[in-house]
């Protein structure tokens, strides 16, 4: 008999050890977890962990035959700032490693005679804005809207989307026997903040690094200007979007990609609220004009309407909370001497 888990891969990034940590709230959740990299030492109690490339397929068939995988938890990725510097191994991570374990959902899931969830995040580089003007004209864009990428790592997620719900409604439509069937679903996340980790080769990351810099005494020089603005959501609510949206039923989803959001703030905003935790922090603006460029393409604001509505999203920490109650206090602590 396999043993039946779920599945998170890159479980050593953010968003995997914040979903880590929180899955294993349950008991009754074995867990399986993959990455390149071990998981911190206070995580290594809470799954079953496979330090490995996704695209080892013998590995992946190994993992298949000991294991009855119910649920994927897809976040193992290269961000857009890393996949601009090297285009096509994020190309296989980000879109071929997604393809490999699609097929495997779908053969579970025949298999099974039931289908497989797959759950996978996309982001707001998923849209492309061709200039600053309309940006500023374009407020909240929908799911449909602007999906113009100009990022390896947007193009790559709003491909894996398509992908995705392809594999959901139409693989092997031409075979004899009934196709396999997954039930996949995305959200699109926004620049997401962690207090107890800093993303590595992302390009919102400007604003974690704000904070964290500031809690550690250490100037920071923003690498884009003041009026650069996207939208934000802190950790505990993106792990509750992936968890809500994995639960809701499934006939009340009227899509497979959904936009969620928290709030939304240009960089200077963000100094500020830095500056009110931490006053002597040294922060300083210093754009890179091609980094830049990326956080313009990327809409201010999204509207996560059909989330609401179909899934009774709604975000936990709002500018406030998130700042007040989750990230200053945090932070502070976790780099307080001693
Ligand atoms: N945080 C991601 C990045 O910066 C965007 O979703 O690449």
Redesign the pocket.
């Known amino acids: 008999m396999r043993k039946r888990v779920i599945f998170i891969t890159g479980a050593s990034g953010e968003v995997g050890q914040a979903l880590l940590k929180e899955l294993s709230q349950q008991a009754e959740n074995q867990l399986l977890t993959m990455d390149l990299h071990p998981l911190p030492l206070e995580l290594r109690s809470l799954s079953t962990h496979v330090e490995g490339d996704l695209l080892n397929l013998r590995l992946l068939a190994r993992l298949v035959s000991e294991y009855e995988i119910d649920v994927i938890y897809h976040l193992a990725a290269l961000?857009?700032?890393r996949a601009e510097i090297q285009p096509e191994e994020a190309h296989q991570v980000n879109v071929e490693a997604t393809l490999q374990l699609l097929k495997i959902a779908a053969e579970e899931s025949q298999w099974r005679k039931r289908a497989v969830q797959f759950i996978f995040p996309s982001?707001?580089?998923a849209y492309g804005l061709p200039d600053r003007e309309t940006k500023m004209h374009f407020q909240r864009v929908r799911e449909f809207e602007w999906n113009q990428p100009r990022t390896m790592?947007g193009c790559n997620k709003l491909y894996c989307e398509q992908l995705g719900s392809y594999f959901s409604r139409y693989y092997r439509q031409l075979a004899a026997e009934q196709p396999p069937t997954i039930d996949f679903r995305c959200v699109r996340?926004?620049?997401?903040i962690s207090a107890y980790t800093v993303?590595s080769?992302?390009?919102?990351?400007y604003a974690p690094e704000m904070i964290h810099a500031a809690a550690q005494g250490l100037p920071y020089a923003c690498f884009v200007r003041e009026e650069a603005r996207i939208p934000f959501m802190v950790m505990p609510d993106a792990v509750r979007a992936l968890l809500l949206l994995a639960h809701a039923p499934r006939e009340r989803l009227t899509r497979q990609v959904y936009n969620v959001t928290s709030f939304s703030l240009s960089a200077a905003q963000i100094r500020d609220r830095v500056l009110a935790a931490f006053p002597n922090a040294q922060i300083t603006f210093a754009p890179d004009v091609k980094r830049e460029a990326i956080v313009d393409s990327w809409p201010a604001d999204i509207d996560d309407s059909a989330a609401r509505m179909d899934w009774d999203w709604s975000p936990e920490y709002d500018v406030d909370r998130a700042f007040n109650e989750y990230l200053i206090p945090i932070i502070k602590q976790r780099y307080q001497p001693g």
């Not at 996340?189 to 997401?192: A, Q």
């Not at 080769?201 to 990351?205: H, K």
């Open positions: 961000l857009s700032t982001s707001i580089a790592y996340f926004p620049g997401l993303p080769g992302g390009t919102s990351d």
